[in-house]
C-alpha cells in the first residue's frame, strides 16, 4: 500500500525557514515524479514544486524559486521541502505528492499535509 506521511509543519515567522518531509513507504520514491503542492485557507491547490525521477532534476513555481529546495534522500525513501525566506503568503497546508513514473501529474497519492502557516 502506498502512503506518504508529511512531517515537520509548524508555525515560521517572515524570514524564517523550515524543512518539511514526506516519508515514503509501499514504493521506491526515487522511482517517480515526486512534487509538493500547497493550499492556502479557502484558495485552490498550487503546485510548488517537483523532483523527477532518476535524476535530481527539479522544477519550481516562480512564487518559490530561489527560495524552497526540493530534495529526496533515496535510502530514507523520503522527500524534503527546505523552506527559506518564508512570507505570509506561503502559509497553508504542503502535501506530498506521487506522479508517475516521468510525469509530474496525474497524481496518483497524497499525504495528509502538514499546515504551516507564517506570521509574526
Known amino acids: 500500500e502506498v502512503q506518504l506521511v508529511e512531517s515537520g509543519g509548524g508555525l515560521a515567522q517572515p524570514g524564517g525557514s523550515l524543512t518539511l518531509s514526506c516519508a515514503a513507504s509501499?514504493?521506491?520514491?526515487?522511482?517517480?515524479?515526486m512534487s509538493w503542492v500547497r493550499q492556502a485557507l479557502g484558495k485552490g491547490l498550487e503546485w510548488v514544486s517537483s523532483i523527477h525521477s532518476g535524476g535530481s532534476t527539479t522544477t519550481y513555481a516562480s512564487s518559490v524559486t530561489g527560495r524552497f529546495t526540493t530534495a529526496r534522500d533515496n535510502v530514507k525513501n523520503t522527500l524534503y521541502l527546505q523552506m527559506i525566506s518564508l512570507k505570509p503568503a506561503d502559509t497553508a497546508v504542503y502535501y506530498c505528492a506521487k506522479g508517475s513514473l516521468y510525469e509530474v501529474s496525474p497524481f496518483d497519492s497524497w499525504g495528509q499535509g502538514t499546515q504551516v502557516p507564517v506570521s509574526s
Open positions: 509501499g514504493f521506491t520514491l526515487g522511482t517517480y515524479v
